[in-house]
Each structure stands twice: as C-alpha cells, then as structure tokens.
C-alpha cells in the first residue's frame, strides 16, 4: 500500500533520503571531557531506492568529517551551508548504485559543542563534582552528534560502542546494553559499553548521556537512572507506578515492543519536562516533587511509545501526529488508572494552556495551525509551541466523538498502530486509514443540506486553519474537581484577596491548584512544585510584586526548562522597567547554565523588549 508519506519532502534536511536510505547506523567513538569532543567514526549502511551517484547527509558546523570510505577506499566529501542550524556533507561515489543495492559508507568524524550536545561543567550537575554530556535530538539538532540523515520520514535500526574515562557511566536510548573495561588499552583508564536497538527509529531518537549515573530497579521492566545524590528520591517518584503505566498503555494501545522502559533524571539545565528517547525517557529533575504529583509527564513520554515512537510524523509540519495523539493516548491511560474527573481536569488546565497562548498570539498566527508551514531555512525548533499538543488532542477528541466514542474508537487506534507501526506519516495517511476504518463518516451534511466529503471540508479546515479549536470534548465529568478550584478562584476575584477564604486546599491535587491560579489569584509561594511556582511567577511579575522577586530568580536559577523558563522572562520583560532589569541581571548570572537553544531564545526576547 502506498503512503502519501512516502513522496512527500522535508525542507529541514539536506539528505537525498529518497535514493538512498539508512537501514542502520552504527557509532563508535571515544567520549573526552577534556577536550569535549566524541571522536571516532559512524558507519552507514545504506539501501538504494533509485540509482544515485551522490549520498548527501545532515552535519552541522561543530562536526568536524574527517575521512569517508567504501569499502577500503576514500570517497571525495564535501562540506556546505544548508541552514542556520545544519550544513550539507555530500559524498561522491565512485560508482553509481544502482536500486536495490546495498553499501556502507565509514564516515570518520569529530562532535564538538554544536546544539545537538551538550557539555555540562561540574557545577552545572546536581553533584557538581564530575562533568557530563547528553545529546538531544528532536527535532534537528542530532546532526551536530552524528552525520545522518535527519529526517523523521526514514527509520534506521542502530548500536553503539562508546568509550568514556574511568568512572563514568554511558546510556543510551536502546533496548540492549553491556559495559566492559577496555581490553586493548593497557592503562585501563577507559570504560567501554556497548549498545543496540534493532528496532527501526528515526534519527532523532538516537540519545547518549554520560555522567556519574547509578540505577535502581522500578519495576520489573524499568530501572531509573541518575546522579548519586539523586537516586533515592528518584525511585521513591517513580518505583511501583511506571510498570502500571507501561501495562495500561499496552492494554489500550498495543504491545510495548521496546523491551525496557528505564527512566534517565537529568541535571537541571535539561530544557524539557520529558523526552521520549526510545527505551530510556529523558526528564527533568522538577519532576521529583516527593508526592508523584508530576507523573503526567512520565505517562506522556510512555505514551510516545506507541505515538511517535512506533507510528512516527514524516516531516516537522505534522508533529501534531506525534504531540496531540501522545496527549490523547496519555489522557487515556490517565483516565483508566486515576478516573474521568481527574483526566478531565488535567486537560482542563491543558486546554486553558491553548488558550492563554491563542489569546497571546492572535487567532491568526500562522503557528496556530495543525498543520504549520515551515519555509526553508526556518529551525522547526522555532516553531514549537501548545497547538500541536492541545488542537491536536482536540481533533483527536474529535475523531472520537465522529467515530461514535470510546470503545470503537480505542479499536481504531489500536488497529492504526498496528498497522502503521516502524513508518512514517503526513496527516492524509492517518485520517484516510480512519475514513476506511469508518466510512460513515466519510460524507458530511452541510448546514444547507449539501453532502461534501469530510476530508475536503471539516478535515481541511482542521488542518489548515489557523486558531481555536472547533470542537472542545465535554469535561463536565470533571466538575467534582474543576468546580472547588473555580469557585475558589471567584472568591479571590471578587474580594480582591482581602478577606482569607474559608477553603482547605491541603489535599487538592496538583492540577486542581494548577486551575485555581490559572483561574485567579491566590497567595501560594512557597512551594517546590515547578508548575505551581510557574504560575505563581507569571501573577507576581504580572502584579509588579517585587518582593517575590527573589522567588523567581531562585525559580530560574533551579531548574532550565524552556517551558518554564521563556514565559517567566517574557512576563519580564514585558513588565517595569524593574522587572526588565531584573530580566538583564538574573540572565547575566544563569545564562552558562541554560541549554544553548534556551539562551537563545532568552536573548531574544530581552532584545525584544
Ligand atoms: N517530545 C517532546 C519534547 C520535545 C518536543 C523536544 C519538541 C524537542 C522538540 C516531549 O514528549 C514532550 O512533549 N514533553 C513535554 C511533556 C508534557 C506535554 C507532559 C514537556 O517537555 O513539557
Ligand atoms: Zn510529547
């Protein structure tokens, strides 16, 4: 069967990946801190699609490519700017291949400090005594780790043989592993470990992390890894609950084919709150709260195992394939393990999310849509923002509610798994396979009365137009939680914070909390919870109350997540001419901490201001 996937382009690579296409990477390379470099080589082995003569790949300017053979023999490359966040590796081959032949190119190659890596010192670490280094892939930063093809749209199986110096701990996103001290060199001060996932993935998924990380069991598929210091806290977050999680995936979605799911706690400067690195999640530190309150984020990069992982979004502008079917599949599994109100009030404060940033943005920021138009040159990174998670677990939502609710549409999604599982899509491929699926639903009646086809009209509009989302699912199953949070928050707009309210608010649940600040404004600053001093930071900055200052300087100070860290410097600057030189000074003194892209990003919006 033929996908419409399968001819369309990605602007953000520079690799002929329609001609020859990686079927397997392998890496072995040496990690030093000192110089912070990983040098050594990648090997390719390629599949040809259509004869070629060239093999052009995705590098990036920090990646030094030092030597390409074939077979023994050295191949001419050279090295081109293609974009602001990659460059163009093109290899001549000596001979054509021609379709359906096989080869492997050896491509020997320094990384260096580009985005994809990053180098973190000893006092940027929780332990602060021991370097450390993690790459991040998604979405294009991982040509500045390897040469590759980086492009969601080809999935590669790979392994990996990585020496790192004595003492330190390598991991990787890959379901097999082993470590062993290096026979060759006789002074023994490395450390080698081997990897393999022959599961096929995109580049993106390809993750390395190496530090001074120990692991504890969390269940008898899952371990979570971190630093030393951390690792008690770590597995009191997470031990007895993942293995619930995985199993209640698997009973809505399908089998987990990763074989492991191990947890990997990052240092703070981590910009995420999660990453989905196959067989090993990526998260921040925010998340060990001691009360497990922010296990949603651990129930979404799960849920990426089956959306994302396994049925994989073909180029950048579809990544609400990927985010809004996760944030579906994770409201699922929370509804099955903690009940409808809860997972009505977490997409509450989710949907409240899109809204604040519709509202920001404009109805009609071009960003705002599905399906977002990435012009050449444009980092997909930069256009990341809450439409593809929230619109597209909207229209997901939708699909549901067409197909006729819950169970049959549970079927569905199982079946689309299945049948899509180790390929790659563009939105058509899915809601084609959903129309097959159920063909009632095919046509649709217009208010006049008029029969047009659904994937003309209302799946277009879905797609294409900018702003709200046309269908909101019905949370009032939700009110038992929603509702306290609500009148609460009335309470405080009527009285103006004067008079104390006469509410126990000590058990609400985290996103109870979550709703009553994004709904009003109470007085809650004290807390270690990073979505609750968010909010809390966005209404002090807001009111100019700078006695909290101090609060959100610690707060940016504590932890690098893009999502926390943008909004408090956009309310900054966007506040008096205090908060903004507020802004310029806590900047000044947390900048080499933060992940380059953050820095970035930060440095734009003081520009800005
Ligand atoms: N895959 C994303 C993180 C990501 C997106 C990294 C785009 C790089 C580029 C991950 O699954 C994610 O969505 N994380 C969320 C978790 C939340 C929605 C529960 C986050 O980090 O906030
Ligand atoms: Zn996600």
């Known amino acids: 069967m033929s996908l419409v996937s399968d001819t369309v382009d990605d602007v953000a690579t520079a690799s002929n990946f329609r001609e020859v296409q990686v079927c397997h990477y392998h890496l072995d390379f040496n990690v030093s801190f000192e110089k912070k470099e990983m040098k050594g080589a990648a090997l390719l082995d390629f599949k040809t699609n259509k004869t070629a003569s060239v093999v052009t790949l995705d590098v990036h300017e920090t990646l030094k490519v030092h030597k390409v053979t074939k077979d023994g023999m050295e191949l001419k490359f050279e090295v081109s700017p293609f974009t602001g966040y990659g460059s163009t590796l093109k290899v001549q081959l000596m001979e054509s291949v021609s379709k359906d032949e096989e080869f492997r190119l050896q491509i020997e190659y320094t990384a260096t400090g580009g985005p994809g890596v990053c180098w973190l010192e000893p006092a940027q ?76 993935i995109p580049s993106y998924l390809i993750a390395l992390a ?74 921040t530190p925010c998340l060990l709260v001691g009360d497990k309150s922010m296990t949603d984020v651990v129930i979404h990069e799960i849920s990426h195992s089956w959306f994302g992982n396994l049925v994989t979004n073909a180029n950048w502008s579809e990544f609400w394939l990927n985010e809004g079917f996760t944030m579906f599949a994770q409201r699922c599994i929370t509804e099955e393990l903690f009940g409808t109100a809860y997972a009505c009030l977490e997409t509450a404060t989710g949907l409240e999310l899109l809204r604040q940033h519709i509202q920001n943005t404009g109805e009609d920021h071009p960003l705002n849509k599905l399906r977002v138009v990435i012009e050449p040159g444009v980092d997909p990174d930069d256009t990341y923002n809450e439409t593809p998670y929230e619109k597209g677990f909207s229209f997901v939502s939708y699909l549901q509610e067409l197909a006729g ?89 009527e009285k103006g914070g004067s008079e104390p309210p006469n509410v126990d608010i000590s058990n609400w649940k985290t996103f109870q909390v979550l709703h009553f600040l994004d709904k009003g404004y109470p007085q809650i600053s004290n807390t270690h919870n990073a979505e609750i001093r968010l909010r809390w930071s966005k209404l002090t900055i807001k009111n100019d109350y700078q006695e909290d200052f101090p609060n959100v300087e610690e707060f940016l100070k504590s932890q690098g997540k893009q999502k926390y860290t943008l909004p408090i410097y956009r309310a900054l600057i966007k506040g008096s001419k205090e908060a903004k030189k507020f802004a310029n000074e806590v900047f000044s003194k947390t900048c080499d901490q933060l992940h380059v892209n953050v820095q970035v990003y930060v440095q734009e919006i003081i520009r800005a201001g």
């Open 125 to 200: 670490t929780a332990g602060k005594v021991k370097p450390y280094v993690y790459t991040q892939g998604q979405a294009v930063m991982n040509r500045s780790f390897l040469p590759c093809q980086d492009t969601p749209a080809i999935k590669s199986t790979y392994s990996a043989n990585i020496k790192v110096p004595k003492g330190f701990t390598a991991v990787m996103s890959a379901s097999e592993s082993s470590s062993y001290g290096e026979v060759a060199n006789m002074s023994g001060d490395k450390d080698c470990y081997f990897f393999k996932l022959p599961i096929p």
């Open 210 to 283: 190496v530090g001074d990380i120990q692991s504890a069991d969390i269940g008898p598929r899952s371990r979570v890894w971190t630093e030393p210091c951390r690792l008690e806290d770590a597995k009191a977050e997470f031990g007895g609950v993942v293995e619930d999680f995985i199993a209640t995936g698997e009973k809505l979605f399908g089998p987990y084919v990763w074989g492991r799911y191990d947890i990997l706690v990052m240092p703070p400067s981590f910009p995420f709150g999660g990453m989905e690195n196959p067989c090993l999640t990526f998260v």
């Open 405 to 493: 609710g819950k169970e049959v549409f549970g079927k569905f999604l199982k079946s689309y798994v299945d049948k899509f599982k180790y390929k790659s899509l563009v939105a058509e491929d899915t809601l084609r396979y959903y129309l097959e699926y159920f063909p009632g639903v095919r046509q649709q009646t217009l208010a006049g009365g008029e029969v047009v086809d659904r994937e003309k009209h209302d799946f277009h509009d879905w797609l294409y137009k900018p702003g709200t989302p046309p269908y909101c699912p019905d949370l009032s199953a939700g009110r038992e939680l929603t509702e306290p949070a609500e009148s609460l928050a009335q309470f405080w707009i």
